[in-house]
């Protein structure tokens, strides 16, 4: 992760090019997981972190007592399931971990946490884009997703922003005006190639065609984490929005890039767990790919479920589970009242149809959320799990988690002895 934020600071984007950073947090955004807070999501709160690495302590304990009984080895796709949700929990608790000490330690900007209830996702494309391990997929973001997105492998600078910095530096012999509070932007993630209702989640409130929310997205100078409000408001205006940061053809051509980058940033994924593989299988390859061919297949599911989606759900339909699903993220982002188009489920100002009451859109998006399950955890079944097996690293992971346990409850008694 070090190196990727390196490469990324090369082509002034990622969070080590956050502006006014001094050198220490610069250091810590560098060796540690932390990554400016995505725009429509929740900032990291010490106190429910704190909660919530406690109660998945506890539950990765008990997992791996039921992984360790007779009932953890008698179906291997329920045991692929288990190793899904211990994943979970290993890398929430070493990403989320530091959170609390970091936010204090880079002057309280706010940070994302890496996991956002993945098992809630309506959607493959939700899934990897908005909910699971958002570290690092910042991080694709900024190293493979963007640069291919645009065109160009150093990010443009705002024109607004040069003229801000020059005329600060000829015209002011006392301190800088900071100017106002940074406020979170996310640029759009390897699985929201194709999300048309992305503009919503990050923060734009017009649905005036397909790109509307590119318009929106202009990345300001390091990757995007610059005044999403105030500055970058004007820029928009002024600079025509995404004019020239990302290509402006419409239709198939941009579609395409957008497939390209997409695969891209799935694909760079999965020869990093590739190289991970490898590291814990004694710096040997593992040899047969099946970690790579998941994360390459990935981007066929989302296209996947999305054309069936378009074709089976009525228009309606789909307007109110966009809808709600833009509500979501607005009610975990923290904002009191959802923007005009959660209000509106369709184009054209037209009110949320009526044919379609509440009751029908939960169950749908309970179905879509077993569905995405499935969909992640089935394609997990037959190629992610193999490459763990085959080495044996389920097995030394599970073993190591039971000496630390063990260790764990033994304490008190060794305390005591120390005492007596």
Request: proline share 8%.
């Amino acid at each position: 992760m070090c190196n990727f934020k390196l490469l990324a600071f090369s082509a002034d984007r990622g969070p080590l090019a956050y502006p006014g950073l001094t050198p220490w947090q610069w250091l810590l955004l560098l060796l540690l997981p932390y990554f400016p807070l995505k725009k429509g999501h929740t900032a990291a709160r010490a106190h429910h972190i704190v909660l919530a690495i406690a109660a998945k302590v506890a539950l990765a304990a008990g997992l791996t007592v039921f992984l360790n009984s007779p009932a953890g080895h008698a179906h291997l796709t329920l045991r692929h399931a288990g190793y899904a949700a211990y994943i979970w929990l290993f890398a929430s608790l070493i990403l989320d971990l530091p959170l609390p000490l970091g936010g204090r330690l880079l002057n309280h900007m706010p940070l994302q946490p890496a996991m956002n209830n993945p098992f809630a996702s309506t959607s493959v494309r939700e899934f990897w884009g908005h909910r699971y391990n958002q570290i690092v997929s910042s991080i694709l973001q900024e190293t493979v997703f963007l640069p291919m997105l645009e065109g160009r492998w150093v990010a443009e600078r705002p024109r607004a922003l040069e003229r801000k910095g020059s005329d600060s530096a000829a015209s002011s012999t006392g301190p800088p005006d900071p100017g106002p509070p940074l406020d979170p932007y996310t640029p759009p993630s390897p699985a929201d190639a194709f999300d048309r209702d992305a503009p919503a989640a990050n923060g734009a409130a017009s649905a005036a065609g397909p790109d509307a929310g590119l318009r929106r997205r202009k990345a300001p100078p390091g990757a995007a984490f610059v005044a999403a409000e105030g500055e970058a408001g004007a820029m928009g205006a002024a600079d025509g929005g995404l004019a020239g940061a990302v290509p402006r053809a419409a239709g198939r051509p941009l579609r395409g890039r957008r497939l390209l980058a997409m695969v891209a940033a799935f694909a760079v994924s999965g020869v990093m767990h590739e190289v991970c593989i490898g590291y814990m299988c004694h710096f040997r390859l593992e040899g047969s790919w099946r970690m790579l061919l998941f994360f390459l297949v990935q981007p066929l599911i989302i296209l996947a479920q999305e054309a069936a989606t378009a074709v089976l759900l009525p228009a309606g339909l789909k307007r109110r589970l966009a809808a709600a699903r833009r509500r979501e993220r607005e009610l975990e982002a923290g904002e009191e009242q959802g923007t005009l188009t959660t209000a509106l489920a369709g184009s054209g100002g037209k009110a949320a149809p009526t044919e379609h009451p509440d009751w029908v859109v939960a169950v749908v998006r309970l179905v879509q959320r077993v569905l995405t399950l499935l969909l992640v955890l089935g394609s997990a079944d037959l190629l992610f799990w193999s490459p763990f097996e085959t080495c044996g690293i389920d097995v030394r992971g599970l073993g190591e988690f039971s000496a630390l346990l063990a260790a764990v409850q033994a304490l008190p008694a060794r305390v005591a002895g120390l005492l007596h």
